[in-house]
């Protein structure tokens, strides 16, 4: 393989893994909106189970949004490795490899 290939490729991960990024941020953006919207209707109807899904789901999606990079760069992973000109080169990389 040679480095023009090489540098198109990794360019092709890292614009995907932008991407899964922004898909993974506008929709944990646009659930928190419907739980803060929702939430005082939660309690005054008293669903406590409800409100424990809401809470746990929460911190479940801070702590995505904390990993982000790690997180979709697992996506990524997922997604292109499995694809014959994307294996040899993901297989070498890591989440914090450098841009």
């Known amino acids: 393989m ?5 540098s198109d490729i990794l360019a092709s991960i890292r614009k995907t893994q932008e991407n899964i990024a922004v898909v993974i941020g506008v929709i944990f953006t646009l ?10 209707m939660m309690v005054d109807r008293g669903y ?3 409100l424990w ?7 479940l999606m801070l702590l995505a949004l904390i990993y982000l ?3 979709s760069f697992f996506f990524t992973r997922l ?8 294996r040899d080169v ?3 990389m890591s989440a914090n490899t450098p841009s």
């Open 2 to 6: 040679t480095s023009n290939d090489t």
């Open 31 to 40: 659930i928190m909106c419907i739980y803060f919207f929702t939430y005082a």
């Open 48 to 50: 406590s189970g409800a």
């Open 53 to 59: 899904l809401m809470g746990i789901s929460s911190i």
């Open 69 to 71: 990079k790690k997180v």
């Open 79 to 86: 997604w292109l490795g499995r694809k014959a000109p994307y």
């Open 90 to 92: 993901i297989a070498t």
